[in-house]
């Protein structure tokens, strides 16, 4: 959406997602939200930046141009492109916020009527360009109610678990025809079993989220889980690290299989490249080891439902990057591997046979 404010950079937004097809990429994970800050498309409480919309539109429209469908995010837990913390500092500003702690964004009543009503703004969005309602775009994917939640001030994680309710109750009034994500990192929460044999330590118990507890809400369609081993161990070897991604993934998918009877969409993984030693290869070995077990998941039919990578970009964007960043026109090991596992993919959705450009890549 940034990137296609401006004139001068929208051509990015084309690029990125021709790129993306090229490769079989069929779902898009981004922002929707941009809270308060540079380019901000929503610039106070209720106030929308109109240029900023359009760009979003553009973005819906481009994607549809490519076959890409797009999972949007509606906020973030972190404070890049505002965030909760901008939702309680507008409420602190307006001397209406019942506490400066940013968990308060999901407890006080007044946040939580600032967010209602930008998620009921987004979704009755008609497109300038296409001139349908998103909430009736057959190319929006999906909707993820936060990235990454976390309320630490609840450990109990009642806190989190009645705001994902009541969030995702609203998004189904306004929007049946879509599927709703939370858009957990998949820690389990302190009183389930797992926070002892599959969380990577200790504090991802203290969070106040908790990956059963919270994908089993009715109007939650399929749970999302994230994937940074080199993020929450800092000391282990990298085979113990490969590991321990088999185990993260396969636990999670076991309780997509007979605890939730809902798919499981991994929804980011990296590696980064600060890590100390890194090497490309063995970015390309855990990359590798999670496509595959993916991939087998979906040969089963079952719950492993994909696994979307953080991040692809381009060239001229440079400023959204970060140690996990990959520019598929520059990595010649790494494109071939999300080739490769877009045509396996398809071919067990008989997708190669139906779609030309299946056809063509695979």
């Known amino acids: 959406m940034s990137q296609a404010v401006d004139e001068f950079s929208r051509y990015r937004v084309q690029e990125i997602l021709q790129t993306g097809a090229k490769m079989g990429l069929s779902v898009c994970r981004t922002w929707a939200?941009?809270?308060?800050?540079?380019?901000?498309?929503?610039?106070?409480?209720?106030?929308?930046?109109?240029?900023?919309?359009?760009?979003?539109?553009?973005?819906?429209?481009?994607?549809?141009?490519?076959?890409?469908?797009?999972?949007?995010?509606?906020?973030?837990?972190?404070?890049?492109?505002?965030?909760?913390?901008?939702?309680?500092?507008?409420?602190?500003?307006?001397?209406?916020?019942?506490?400066?702690?940013?968990?308060?964004?999901?407890?006080?009543?007044?946040?939580?009527?600032?967010?209602?009503?930008?998620?009921?703004?987004?979704?009755?969005?008609?497109?300038?360009?296409?001139?349908?309602?998103?909430?009736?775009?057959?190319?929006?994917?999906?909707?993820?109610?936060?990235?990454?939640?976390?309320?630490?001030?609840?450990?109990?994680?009642?806190?989190?678990?009645?705001?994902?309710?009541?969030?995702?109750?609203?998004?189904?009034?306004?929007?049946?025809?879509?599927?709703?994500?939370?858009?957990?990192?998949?820690?389990?929460?302190?009183?389930?079993?797992?926070?002892?044999?599959?969380?990577?330590?200790?504090?991802?118990?203290?969070?106040?989220?908790?990956?059963?507890r919270n994908s089993k809400v009715s109007n939650i369609d399929f749970t999302s889980v994230h994937i940074y081993p080199d993020q929450w161990f800092h000391d282990q070897l990298f085979e113990d690290q490969l590991k321990f991604v088999s185990k993260w993934m396969l636990s999670h998918m076991e309780d997509g299989d007979k605890v939730l009877k809902r798919p499981v969409l991994f929804s980011e993984y990296g590696w980064s490249d600060m890590n100390q030693n890194f090497s490309t290869a063995e970015r390309e070995k855990m990359y590798k080891t999670i496509l595959n077990i993916i991939y087998k998941s979906a040969k089963r039919k079952r719950s492993g439902a994909g696994v979307l990578v953080w991040q692809f970009l381009v060239r001229g964007i440079e400023e959204f990057g970060d140690d996990f960043t990959l520019i598929p026109s520059e990595n010649s090991s790494i494109y071939p591997l999300f080739v490769k596992q877009s045509c396996r993919l398809a071919k067990i959705q008989g997708r190669t046979l139906q779609n030309r450009s299946f056809k063509e890549l695979c």
């Not at 998103?134 to 999906?142: L, M």
């Not at 994902?164 to 389930?192: Q, R, W």
Request: charged share 20%.
């Open 33 to 212: 939200f941009n809270d308060g800050d540079y380019n901000a498309l929503q610039t106070s409480p209720g106030q929308f930046n109109e240029q900023v919309f359009k760009a979003l539109d553009y973005v819906i429209a481009e994607a549809r141009q490519h076959g890409i469908r797009l999972l949007l995010s509606l906020v973030n837990n972190l404070q890049p492109y505002g965030g909760k913390t901008q939702y309680v500092n507008w409420a602190w500003q307006e001397g209406i916020g019942l506490s400066s702690s940013n968990d308060s964004f999901f407890f006080d009543p007044s946040i939580r009527s600032y967010f209602k009503n930008y998620i009921k703004t987004i979704l009755t969005r008609k497109n300038t360009i296409t001139g349908i309602e998103y909430r009736n775009d057959p190319v929006i994917f999906g909707w993820e109610l936060i990235n990454e939640p976390r309320c630490m001030s609840d450990p109990s994680g009642d806190t989190l678990q009645e705001w994902i309710e009541e969030m995702a109750s609203f998004v189904k009034a306004i929007d049946k025809n879509h599927l709703v994500t939370v858009g957990l990192e998949g820690f389990y929460g302190p009183h389930d079993p797992k926070s002892l044999t599959v969380n990577p330590e200790d504090w991802a118990s203290k969070l106040g989220s908790d990956f059963i």
